[in-house]
């Protein structure tokens, strides 16, 4: 399809208006917003705004809204959820969204005699944190509970970490969270008389975690030289690798992100928030692993699944002030935090296929050099329009480089 072809889909798939497709056109965020967002703004920087399509979740069909920078991504994405589809598409579930705040408690004279007294006292301070959750509370959620976790000989000696856990609703909760541990830590320490150093989120957030499943009937995933069974053969052997080793693990990982974090993106969401939970619950049995598992069922097909922390909101910071975030959620029509978590878990699953499965038969670069191919010709002056022809030249040469490119535009240029 054209580019006007896909907006128009997109426009009517969310009803979007006139002003929501000008977002998308000009990359929806204003020099005023932009110099109001972070300090010291020079400019914007935009990065291509694009759909992953098929996806069926609950029964329910999505378009997956992507901001990202690395060629095929999208396409494989797309890909990989139409394989999902083909077996009923992905069941998906998402926790309470529940964050983790923490307070580093020192100088502890008696331990458990502090533990002792903060429990004693678990309804003021939650009561006293509720105070920092305003909107939260309205919405149904709040500080919910308090734990303690003493941590022994540390470095610098003992020191009793508490957890504070709140129901954030629909935000990210960043915000919510830091202010109730910053509100508490007074209170904390006027009870245990202790004395409260960090006052933080956890970005461990696996109070809030999200799954996805599937399967890909076998059949589905025939190649011209291999059959479904044998193309699944390969993709376990690529799992049990991921599960085995933490340098392929990291990789494997990395592809699932590619996904998530290209969703984070379209939505506001902090990335680097999601990015650390995930690769934090990766290692948390000790040793990093791979956040997907794959398994043959008993009737021979494929069967993904994806567990991991997804601390995701559709309300706050920038999902709300960045005009292009907006009109992202307005595209998924995602109605809870929950289900934004729920639709990030089944394109990490499909994302990981896609790479699974490129890597496990043809390899990922000759899709890979088709979109290179396309991005030389553009840096060597091609317009959009040509771009296709002078990549189409290069691959069927088998040379694709930037010196080649740069000699078919000037070609083309003294043809024309
Ligand atoms: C590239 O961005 C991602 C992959 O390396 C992921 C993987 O190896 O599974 C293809």
């Not at 379209?266 to 995930?278: H, K, L, P, V």
């Not at 990030?344 to 699953?349: F, I, S, T, W």
């Not at 990922?364 to 022809?389: E, F, P, T, Y």
Request: net charge negative; proline share 2%; aromatic share 4%.
């Amino acid at each position: 399809m054209s580019l006007a072809e896909r907006q128009a889909i997109a426009r009517e798939w969310a009803a979007l208006d006139d002003a929501e497709l000008t977002t998308l056109r000009d990359s929806g965020l204003s020099m005023t917003e932009a110099d109001l967002m972070i300090e010291n703004v020079i400019g914007r920087f935009s990065l291509p705004f694009a759909i992953a399509t098929n996806f069926r979740i609950n029964g329910r069909d999505y378009l997956a809204p992507m901001v990202v920078e690395e060629a095929s991504v999208v396409a494989a994405c797309s890909n990989a959820a139409k394989l999902f589809r083909q077996g009923g598409g992905f069941s998906a579930s998402a926790d309470e969204p529940i964050m983790i705040g923490q307070l580093q408690v020192l100088d502890l004279a008696d331990m458990d005699a502090a533990v002792d007294a903060i429990r004693s006292c678990e309804s003021e301070i939650l009561e006293r944190a509720n105070a920092a959750c305003g909107s939260i509370v309205a919405r149904g959620g709040g500080a919910i509970d308090l734990q303690a976790r003493p941590l022994r000989e540390t470095p610098i000696g003992d020191m009793l970490i508490l957890h504070l856990h709140v129901d954030v609703r629909d935000a990210m909760g960043a915000n919510a969270i830091n202010t109730a541990v910053e509100l508490i830590a007074p209170l904390i320490e006027s009870i245990c008389g202790g004395r409260i150093n960090l006052r933080i989120l956890s970005n461990l957030s696996d109070r809030r975690m999200a799954r996805a499943s599937g399967t890909i009937p076998k059949r589905a995933l025939e190649t011209k030289d291999a059959t479904g069974t044998k193309v699944i053969q390969w993709i376990l052997e690529a799992a049990a690798f991921a599960e085995a080793d933490p340098y392929r693990a990291a990789t494997h990982n990395k592809g699932i992100m590619n996904g998530i974090d290209a969703l984070a993106l379209a939505t506001g969401n902090d990335w680097r928030a999601i990015e650390a939970g995930a690769h934090a619950y990766a290692a948390q049995s000790g040793r990093y692993r791979s956040l997907t598992q794959w398994t043959l069922d008993e009737d021979g097909d494929l069967r993904g699944e994806i567990e991991l922390p997804l601390a995701l909101g559709i309300v706050g910071g920038a999902t709300r002030t960045h005009r292009g975030a907006q009109t992202a959620l307005k595209l998924l029509g995602v109605q809870s935090a929950r289900e934004l978590a729920q639709v990030a878990a089944a394109v990490g699953l499909a994302q990981n296929l896609a790479a699974i499965r490129a890597l496990a038969t043809d390899g990922i670069q000759k899709g890979h050099m088709r979109m290179h191919a396309r991005q030389l010709a553009l840096a060597a002056g091609a317009n959009n329009v040509n771009a296709r022809a002078v990549a189409a030249q290069m691959i069927e040469e088998g040379n694709i480089r930037l010196r080649r490119a740069e000699a078919i535009v000037r070609e083309q240029r003294q043809k024309s």
